[in-house]
């Protein structure tokens, strides 16, 4: 499996965690006002909670966290972490985070996949 042993060496996604690289209105909001507040209340957050949301799951290695433990262990409502994680498993040129293939029980006896960062994820042989 390869490894790489420290986050720093994701260094050409620094732009992710930078918040004035922000665009203005992403094609994923709506057209409400009630979505755009919520956008325009985070606009200078997203990029240091992406980047702590990244950290969480890269400390967690080989466990990961299903989004239902990574908001319970970061105390964060799904609607705060949801977005973030999105962003991280969307990242360009290559995704910061893998989904699965993996699952765990949640509360609500759904089996939700483990996120990990991808020098966690199991290799071929592993899934």
Sequence with gaps: MKHKSDPHEYSQYMPLFDDSLTPSFPNAIGKTTTSIDAYLSMIHGKAALRKKVFRFIYDAG??????????????????????????????????????????????SRRAGAVLRAPCFAPGEDEK
Excluded at 74 to 101: C, F, H, I, K
């Design 62 to 107: 080989e466990r990961g966290y299903t989004r239902e433990e990574l908001a319970v262990a970061m105390g964060l409502t799904g609607s705060t972490l949801r977005p973030r994680v999105w962003e991280l498993l969307n990242a360009q040129p290559d995704p910061l985070l893998v989904d699965g293939p993996d699952r765990r029980m949640l509360k």
